[in-house]
């Protein structure tokens, strides 16, 4: 199956500071992937979506200049949360839609990353 | 809009034994797909099953089957011989079919949280 690339894992940072996460598509080229937002014991909230080229499009409510996306090639998009406070500590998760399979229109995930702010 | 529902928190099954999880979902469209993920305590999103609402035939994978109700708008999932590593949080989604130039959103349940015992 299609295998998608999270990094880092895990990220402690101070407050203040900005955390880079990396998704990559492994297998295939992914004109679109999306960034999710998971709370413990809840659900993924869509952050955005991140087509390849293009701005991202974000979700009402999302700080696109708190949440920088790019998506500069077709196998790699980019989360930045820039100067993080501790309620932006959570667990990120990243999804590829792949562009030769577009008729299965399945999302595969990243193995998420869980940032812990302090 | 459409909305996702998933009446069971949490839910617990004996080994060997069957188990359904419920999802109902809202739409006025004709044509979407309807998944269920699952998400193992890793936190990694696996794809369980997956279902096009314009056929008529119940998905299957293996010990996993569904029952599609369209008239309903009910999408529930079956495990059957249930093992300890089916332990986990399954999420039912939905996905309408974009545009040509749209995206391929998901919208997600809260989540049933099931726990196989020994």
């Known amino acids: 199956g299609a295998v998608v690339s999270q990094h880092p894992s895990w990220v402690i940072c101070k407050s203040g500071t900005s955390v880079k996460i990396e998704c990559r598509s492994l297998?295939?080229?992914?004109?679109?992937m999306f960034w999710y937002r998971q709370f413990p014991k809840q659900s993924l909230m869509l952050m955005a979506t991140s087509n390849e080229g293009s701005k991202a499009t974000y979700e009402q409510g999302v700080e696109k200049d708190k949440f920088l996306i790019n998506h500069a090639s077709l196998t790699l998009s980019t989360l930045t949360v820039t100067s993080a406070h501790p309620e932006d500590s959570s667990f990120y998760i990243c999804?590829?839609?792949?562009?030769?399979?577009?008729?299965?229109?399945?999302?595969?995930f990243g193995a998420g990353t869980r940032l812990s702010v302090l | 809009a459409q909305t996702v529902t998933q009446s069971q928190p949490e839910m617990s099954v004996q080994e060997a034994e069957t188990v359904t999880l419920s999802c109902t979902y809202d739409?006025?469209?004709?044509?979407?797909?309807l998944f269920w993920y699952k998400q193992p305590p890793s936190r990694q999103m696996i794809l369980v099953i997956r279902q096009e609402a314009y056929k008529q035939q119940n998905a299957t994978e293996n010990r996993f089957s569904v029952n599609f109700q369209k008239a309903a708008k009910s999408f529930s999932l079956k495990i059957s011989d249930s093992q300890l590593g089916d332990t986990a949080m399954y999420f039912c989604?939905?996905?309408?079919?974009?545009?040509?130039?749209?995206?391929?959103?998901?919208?997600f349940g809260t989540g049933t949280r099931l726990k196989v015992l020994a």
């Open positions: 739409t006025s469209e004709s044509n979407y797909y």
């Open positions: 999804s590829v839609v792949a562009g030769n399979i577009l008729a299965k229109n399945i999302q595969y």
């Open positions: 989604a939905f996905m309408k079919p974009p545009p040509i130039s749209g995206t391929y959103k998901y919208i």
């Open positions: 297998d295939f080229q992914a004109t679109t």
